[in-house]
């Protein structure tokens, strides 16, 4: 696997930074998570002026093999249909990029459908979805460490038009199911515990899906090595390793990663267990409603900045999110302080 350099965010500047939050002309602590938000983003950028410049959103699409168990409710092809559907404007993802301002890449890494002559829609599959991991890894080493590096390569085109802050949403059938197992594997949870409905699985649905799930870890557990690295790799889509590529790559390089949903915070999670300092970089955006979502976010002590009952996915959390994020470094920017707006200091 690619190495990274990524270090804790620099703590020199944090007293000079609440110095700044606490002198605005507001009482103290009185904007709540706002200051909590603008401390963070100013670590991020080792700046007391932090910006958030080209914001970018990658919309990564990739099949799961699992997905042949019957463990969602929505068949596989709508992975390819909704990512026809971006292109065209019509998604959840589309409206609030155009909402917010976001430069949305629309990438194919892994749907099990020919993609390459759709415009609109990056070509950087690596395998027509991943194998069914119920009997074998979801992926080879090979095809893991191209993933990773997908994510990297496309972080790095986000950079070169001067991006600060990159938001990863996802498109992939039954990519709960992946992000079940990781969550139990990484929290030390037990599995059933870590399984929900997914896109809307009735109750003898999410049964089986628990039959299936376990059986796969059963069969994991007594075939590989139970490492952070093979345990992404046995599960994990192309999607979300893709997206573990790119968290992991905009931690190195210092940028604001914004973390959406059940899948994506399970990506984060990964990423985390691989390298601890990634976690500096990261802003959990919000809770969705699928099942176990919060028990997630505990694992990694996050504190979502909403909570909607989202369960979309495509990133869509996240880009809801943004504002606030804006207002945040709009607050450090942007507010007077008590001397220049002539008002005694009362703390």
């Known amino acids: 696997m690619k190495q990274f350099k990524i270090q804790h965010t620099d703590k020199s500047l944090e007293m000079s930074i609440q110095q700044k939050i606490d002198h605005l002309n507001k009482p103290k602590g009185s904007l709540g998570s706002l200051e909590e938000l603008a401390l963070q983003i100013c670590l991020i950028q080792q700046t007391l002026t932090p910006s958030?410049?080209?914001?970018?959103?990658?919309?990564?699409?990739?099949?799961?093999?699992?997905?042949?168990?019957?463990?969602?409710?929505?068949?596989?092809?709508?992975?390819?249909?909704?990512?026809?559907?971006?292109?065209?404007?019509?998604?959840?993802?589309?409206?609030?990029?155009?909402?917010?301002?976001?430069?949305?890449?629309?990438?194919?890494?892994?749907?099990?459908?020919d993609l390459s002559d759709v415009p609109g829609i990056i070509n950087r599959k690596i395998a027509r979805g991943t194998r069914n991991f119920l009997d074998e890894p979801a992926m080879s080493e090979e095809e893991f460490d191209r993933a990773i590096q997908a994510g990297c390569e496309l972080v790095d085109e986000c950079i070169a038009e001067g991006c600060q802050v990159l938001c990863v949403g996802e498109m992939g059938i039954a990519n709960t199911s992946p992000s079940s197992i990781w969550m139990s594997l990484f929290g030390n949870i037990p599995l059933d515990e870590c399984i929900g409905a997914g896109a809307g699985l009735d109750s003898p649905g999410i049964q089986h899906k628990r039959e299936v799930l376990a059986q796969?870890?059963?069969?994991?557990?007594?075939?590989?090595?139970?490492?952070?690295?093979?345990?992404?790799?046995?599960?994990?889509?192309?999607?979300?390793?893709?997206?573990?590529?790119?968290?992991?790559?905009?931690?190195?390089?210092?940028?604001?990663?914004?973390?959406?949903?059940?899948?994506?915070?399970?990506?984060?999670?990964?990423?985390?267990?691989?390298?601890?300092?990634?976690?500096?970089?990261?802003?959990?955006?919000h809770c969705g409603d699928e099942s176990g979502h919060r028990r997630m976010l505990d694992i990694v002590h996050a504190k979502p900045i909403l909570n909607l009952g989202l369960r979309l996915g495509e990133g869509t959390g996240a880009l809801c999110a943004f504002p606030i994020i804006d207002s945040a470094v709009r607050m450090i920017n942007e507010m007077n302080n008590f001397d220049t707006a002539h008002i005694t200091k009362y703390f």
């Open 216 to 285: 796969a870890l059963k069969h994991y557990h007594d075939t590989m090595e139970n490492t952070v690295e093979n345990a992404i790799r046995y599960f994990g889509g192309f999607e979300m390793v893709t997206a573990i590529g790119a968290m992991l790559r905009g931690g190195e390089k210092h940028l604001v990663v914004l973390v959406d949903g059940f899948i994506m915070t399970a990506c984060a999670i990964a990423a985390i267990q691989l390298y601890p300092a990634a976690q500096d970089y990261m802003i959990f955006t």
């Open 52 to 113: 958030l410049n080209h914001p970018c959103h990658l919309l990564l699409g990739g099949d799961h093999g699992i997905e042949r168990e019957g463990v969602s409710v929505s068949p596989r092809e709508v992975t390819w249909q909704q990512m026809i559907n971006f292109t065209r404007g019509g998604g959840g993802v589309n409206m609030f990029c155009r909402q917010h301002g976001f430069d949305l890449s629309i990438v194919d890494v892994g749907v099990d459908y």
